[in-house]
């Protein structure tokens, strides 16, 4: 059965960059795409990108230009960083696993694996 | 402000059936299909129903989802204590290179 683990700094300075390491286990990583997802104290979910195992990415427009997705399929793991980050980035991170769809061309289904989450506080 | 358009909360008493709405438009899920997530508190979403209708393994069929033009919906029947949580709907975006995008929630409240 796989799992996904988040790991990271709990706490980032402003204006720094925000780093994530989700590792995947009892799976391969194969096949799948592999998501960001964030929820900020109290609110909803919000989509943040993913990578699909041969490295292609989409990211959301609001965040584009910040962030990047990276995947070693050698460690079985995919990372996340998020740069010049404010109090507006405090949230939970979750990692999670794309089910990989018919429908269009690097589009999923649902995502059917989820992470623990961590938190990450931004804060001086 | 989310796309996808849910009530911020829903309630019922246990054994009746609820639904959950979710609104949007023809570049979302006019075009693409719809997920639910359910969240009990304190704990990551979890996949209850994906391709619009399809249940992943393990998710009871208490729980049906429907698509119809630029909305879809969520039914829970035979309401239980249990249920009481957040809900969201989710669906691909095609504008700006397509991008996934959440509704903003419905909290369920079982009475």
């Known amino acids: 059965q796989v799992q996904l683990q988040e790991s990271g700094p709990g706490l980032v300075k402003p204006s720094e960059t925000l780093s994530l390491t989700c590792t995947v286990s009892?799976?391969?990583?194969?096949?799948?795409?592999w998501s960001w997802i964030r929820q900020p104290p109290g609110k909803g979910l919000e989509w943040i990108g993913y990578i699909y195992y041969s490295g292609n990415t989409k990211y959301s427009p609001s965040l584009k230009s910040r962030i990047t997705i990276s995947v070693d399929t050698s460690k079985n793991q995919f990372s996340l960083k998020l740069n010049s980050v404010t109090a507006a980035d405090t949230a939970v991170y979750y990692c999670?696993?794309?089910?990989?769809?018919?429908?269009?061309?690097?589009?999923?289904?649902?995502?059917?694996?989820w992470g623990q989450g961590t938190t990450v506080t931004v804060s001086s | 402000q989310s796309v996808l358009t849910q009530p911020p909360s829903a309630s019922g008493t246990p054994g009746q059936r609820v639904t959950i709405s979710c609104s949007g438009s023809?570049?979302?899920?006019?075009?693409?299909?719809v997920n639910w997530y359910q969240q009990l508190p304190g704990t990551a979403p979890k996949l209850l129903i994906f391709n619009n209708n399809q249940r992943p393994s393990g998710v009871p069929d208490r729980f049906f989802g429907s698509k119809s033009g630029t909305s879809a919906s969520l039914a829970i029947s035979g309401l239980q204590s249990e249920d009481e949580a957040d809900y969201y709907c989710?669906?691909?975006?095609?504008?700006?290179?397509?991008?996934?995008?959440f509704g903003g929630g419905t909290k369920l409240t079982v009475l």
């Open positions: 023809s570049s979302n899920i006019g075009s693409n299909t």
């Open positions: 999670a696993r794309g089910i990989p769809a018919a429908f269009k061309p690097y589009y999923y289904y649902g995502m059917d694996v």
């Open positions: 989710a669906a691909w975006d095609d504008s700006l290179n397509g991008h996934v995008i």
């Open positions: 009892g799976g391969s990583m194969s096949n799948h795409y």
